[in-house]
């Protein structure tokens, strides 16, 4: 029988031991895995981006439900253990009890509050957990909000630096002289001060809490020497405990943290511990590297085997976008030791290496960090560097007097040298890796999981494979938008709204765009995610369309427009047939032709014409079919129950209501949608973006369809029992993907891309969610609802259609 | 000199457009990039005809409405891996005005 085995706190030390665990010994146990949080394993270090919304919290899920499902892994999420009871070798949970053979106590930290009077406020947060996160985005979304961050640390700095990309004012404030003094010695200290404060982030060092201030929730902080800062949210980012709590009432021997051997074992021989609470050595972390160098061991002695752990040499970065920064070792003064200092002001770069014996203990550097693995390596070998001492502070790039391209650099690294800091991955490691058979970027992550982490070591991970692979490197294809510049359409689309980009020189300055002004592809996606993030406050570019969305009609192969105008769910009248006959006479329009959507369409008309075309079928009181948009098409109907002897719904009226919700709508691609009023599916509604077939009991919505290209059948979103439920339901749909698509790419691509169940989640299972994203879907149509044609007649954009000069009077001489 | 011929002004183009000069010839497009720089070519592109006025303009190069090719604002010719070329005139701008140079307008005729 296998024996049980329990885990006690669902976070980053637990998910890599099972990760190791079930790689060493895959049926060696049934497993049961507790987390007060009530999700799975996240990569809590990148809360941070998610934070500044550099990224989203499904882009950081590191264990998914599907991974805990397919290795057999019993999750109890959302249930806190609230004791284990030692003798009867159970834990204890509100819903009751849960034997184990084997128990990992694996629960983290606990975040340190600061007692001052009002620290129980609402509106003082910490920092260390999902929720914590989106509290502060929810806080941040006060247009004027102020936020005081209480300590001047990593955490504390990257809390500051994510709000103030919110948009929040955000002040600092520090007990110690200069920030994050631990790492960083004065001279460091001050640049990135200067680097903080440039961003427009107030610090205050030497400065001590007094207070919170408020009446029923947080209103301002009130410093030691008086001062008030006033402030809707207060941080407190000023240090973590080890959660030990669990572990000290069942009797389990603890010092700073619970205390482990070498094989991460207990007092208790059935109690293995791992992660921040633990203490191994007199030493407790508060990285991601040494809990990662635990899980190894501890996965080994639980399957059996012999490992021993022997504690971590650790160092750090700041992920502050923007900020290069690194510390590693120790620093401090001594008569002992003697230091080497680089200082170039003009660029804003400071290293320093402490020495002691002819081997380095110490290093910081502030602007260029592109070295410290290297130091890292040297600290951790104990290296003796006397033979390069004159040029240590080049770094290894330096040979000779000109520093190599960085490719040498990377080159001329030692096989040991540490490339991935969290994970421990060196660079005979990945070399290892690409020659047992991992030939792509993503494989030699998968392999070695190096960059996986905190990701700053992303570059130089990348670095590495290029090496080694030579010419058979193939940058993966979420390269850059096109050769203007190397972010990915998603990177685009997540710093315009981080950074509050809000026109395309904006986007191209600041994510240092290697064009002057872009190029036909990348500007009309950039156009694109512009009027889709700030509807009604950006400024359309016209220069960046197609010509198509320009002039408001399709080109044709001759130079000359189609034009079709808008009949809502496929109904017209004689009245409009007539206008359109007038139309064609009148401006001798060559060709009439019904179209695939249930439209007409008038073929042939000249680019001058186009106005005066637009003005007699405004005046019959039709408005553009937007035929030619990356937009809403058309809505194409059957006849329903309005004639049809099987409709069971009105899917022409409902064809109407969508048409006219949805008209105007600017979305990544073109967009069309039926309704068909019974499964024999005459409107055709399986194979459109949006497809909805009415049924006795109501109406099935299907997404993703296309026949195009590619012949795609519908799949299915939800069923609905009313038309007004349906309204929503696409309007969400509609706006979750035009705020997550990348331009072109039609809904079944986007689909393939997210998942369904993804969309689901969004659209279907949170009806707030849901009534959010028609919300937001409605507010940017009250800017687009609008006829574009009825604008040109009365004008707009009129040099479009007018030549500049006609010298067809200047006779040839 | 008189030979010059006064089209406009440079601020009835919008930057990174082009408008249309009618000729007896038919029609000249006239481009403005987003530096203020002023290039005038025949409004057909070599590939098939396509009216290059129409097309995306980006540095000094126009995108094609037709098919995307992308041809070199400067001296006309289809960049990368297409080949042709469209006629070019000379302009200038000065005090803000445009300026077309009208022999080479007459050549064009002349030789068509
Ligand atoms: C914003 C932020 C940024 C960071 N950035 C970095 C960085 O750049 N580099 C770096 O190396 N480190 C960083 N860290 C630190 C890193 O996240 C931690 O070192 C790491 O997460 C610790 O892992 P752990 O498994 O020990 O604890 P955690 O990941 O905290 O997991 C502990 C889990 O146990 C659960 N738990 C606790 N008690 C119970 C109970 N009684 N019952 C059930 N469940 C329980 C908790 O809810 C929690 O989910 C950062 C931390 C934060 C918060
Ligand atoms: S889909 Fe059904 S209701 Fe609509 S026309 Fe066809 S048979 Fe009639
Ligand atoms: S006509 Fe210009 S690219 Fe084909």
């Given at each position: 029988m296998k024996q049980k085995l329990v885990v006690i706190g669902a976070g980053m030390a637990s998910g890599r031991a099972l990760e190791h665990l079930l790689e060493n010994a895959p049926d060696a146990y049934d497993i049961t895995l507790f987390g007060a949080e009530p999700r799975g394993n996240y990569n809590r270090i990148m809360l941070s981006p998610v934070l500044s919304g550099e990224k989203t919290y499904e882009e950081i899920v590191t264990h998914d439900t599907a991974w805990y499902a397919a290795n057999g892994i019993t999750c109890r999420f959302g249930e806190k253990v609230q004791r284990i009871d030692r003798a009867a070798k159970v834990i204890v949970t509100p819903k009751g009890q849960t034997p184990y053979d084997k128990l990992i106590i694996a629960t983290g930290s606990d975040p340190f509050i600061i007692?001052?009077?009002?620290?129980?406020?609402?509106?003082?947060?910490?920092?260390?957990d999902l929720d914590d996160t989106n509290a502060m985005i929810e806080a941040s979304a006060k247009p004027g909000a102020k936020a005081v961050v209480i300590g001047g640390g990593l955490l504390g700095l990257e809390a500051a630096a994510g709000l103030a990309l919110r948009g929040m004012e955000v002040s600092v404030v520090h007990l110690m002289g200069h920030l994050m003094e631990r790492q960083l010695d004065e001279a460091a200290g001050y640049l990135l001060r200067k680097e903080l404060v440039g961003r427009g982030i107030k610090i205050h060092c030497s400065a001590n809490t007094r207070q919170v201030v408020?009446?029923?929730?947080?209103e301002g902080l009130e410093l030691e020497d008086g001062t008030i800062l006033p402030a809707d949210i207060v941080v407190m980012a000023v240090g973590i405990r080890p959660s030990v709590a669990l572990a000290k009432e069942a009797g389990l021997e603890i010092g700073r943290g619970l205390k482990v051997n070498d094989q991460l074992v207990t007092s208790d021989p059935d109690i293995l511990a791992l992660g921040e609470c633990v203490e191994h050595d007199g030493m407790v972390y508060g990285l991601v590297a040494p809990l990662y160098d635990m899980a190894k061991v501890l996965a080994k002695t639980l399957a059996g085997e012999h490992d021993a752990y022997r504690g971590s040499q650790i160092s750090t970065k700041l992920k502050v976008t923007g900020v290069d920064l690194f510390s590693a070792g120790d620093f401090a003064d001594g008569a002992d030791r003697e230091e080497i200092v680089f200082r170039d002001p003009a660029r804003g770069v400071y290293k320093r290496l402490v020495l002691q014996n002819d081997r380095i203990i110490g290093a910081v550097m502030y602007?260029?960090?592109?070295d410290g693995s290297w130091f890292f390596g040297l600290i951790k070998d104990e290296e003796d560097i006397s033979e390069m001492r004159d040029t240590l502070i080049f770094g290894p790039a330096f040979a000779g007097g000109t520093p190599m391209d960085p490719m040498a650099a990377v080159a001329a690294l030692p096989d040991d040298a540490e490339i991935c800091g969290c994970n421990g991955v060196s660079k005979g490691t990945i070399i290892a890796a690409i020659n047992g058979g991992a030939t792509t970027l993503d494989a030699v992550k998968a392999k070695t999981k190096a960059s996986t982490s905190c990701g700053t070591c992303a570059g130089l991970t990348e670095q590495v494979v290029a090496l080694t692979l030579g010419d058979d490197f193939v940058l993966p294809a979420a390269a850059g938008m096109c050769k203007c510049t190397d972010h990915s359409h998603d990177d685009v689309r997540r710093l315009i709204r981080a950074k509050e980009l809000k026109s395309i020189p904006a986007i191209q300055q600041e994510l240092q765009w290697k064009s002057s002004g872009g190029c036909h592809s990348c500007r009309p996606a950039l156009n694109y995610y512009l009027v889709c993030e700030w509807p009604g406050e950006y400024v359309d570019h016209a220069q960046s369309r197609f010509i198509n969305e320009r002039v408001h009609a399709n080109i044709q192969k001759d130079g000359t427009y189609s034009v079709v105008p808008r009949m809502w769910g496929g109904i017209t009248t004689p009245n409009e047939l007539r206008a359109i006959a007038d139309v064609a006479d009148k401006f001798a329009i060559p060709t009439v032709k019904v179209t695939g959507g249930q439209r007409i369409d008038l073929l042939g008309v000249k680019k001058e014409d186009l106005p005066a075309v637009w003005s007699d079928l405004n005046d019959a009181g039709m408005v553009s079919?937007?035929?030619?948009?990356k937009g809403l098409r058309t809505v194409k109907t059957c006849v329903g129950t309005d004639w049809c002897r099987f409709g069971t719904q009105d899917s022409t009226g409902l064809g109407v209501k969508i048409e006219r919700l949805m008209w105007g709508s600017w979305t990544p691609h073109k967009v069309k949608m039926a309704v068909s009023g019974c499964p024999r599916n005459c409107a055709e509604a399986t194979c459109k973006d949006v497809g909805i077939v009415c049924v006795d009991s109501g109406y099935e919505i299907g997404v993703g369809g296309a026949a195009g290209m590619d012949v795609r059948e519908v799949q299915p979103l939800a069923k609905v029992g009313t038309e007004e439920e349906v309204l929503e339901y696409i309007s969400a749909f509609v706006q979750l993907y035009r705020e997550n698509a990348q331009y072109l790419h039609r809904p079944y691509k986007w689909i393939a891309k997210v998942g369904l169940d993804w969309v689901k989640s969004r659209v279907v299972e949170d009806a707030e969610s849901r009534k959010a994203l028609a919300e937001r879907f409605e507010h940017s149509q009250t800017f687009y609802r609008k006829d574009p044609w009825a604008e040109r007649v009365a004008g707009a954009e009129a040099h479009e259609f007018n030549p500049l000069a006609d010298l067809t009077q200047v006779a040839a001489e | 000199m008189s030979d010059f011929i006064d089209i406009g002004a440079l601020e009835d183009i919008r930057p990174q457009s082009a408008r249309l000069v009618r000729t007896a010839m038919g029609c000249i497009a006239v481009f403005r990039t987003a530096d203020d720089e002023v290039f005038a070519l025949?409004?057909?592109?070599?590939?098939?005809?396509?009216?290059?006025?129409n097309g995306i303009q980006h540095g000094r190069s126009i995108t094609c409405p037709l098919h995307n090719w992308v041809i070199s604002l400067s001296t006309g010719m289809a960049e990368g891996a297409d080949e042709g070329s469209v006629r070019t005139y000379p302009v200038q701008v000065s005090d803000g005005r445009i300026l077309m140079d009208a022999r080479a307008l007459a050549e064009s005729m002349a030789a068509e």
């Open positions: 007692p001052v009077p009002g620290h129980d406020l609402p509106g003082v947060l910490a920092y260390r408020g009446d029923g929730k947080v602007g260029d960090t592109a079919g937007h035929a030619y948009a | 025949d409004d057909r592109c070599p590939h098939k005809g396509g009216p290059l006025s």
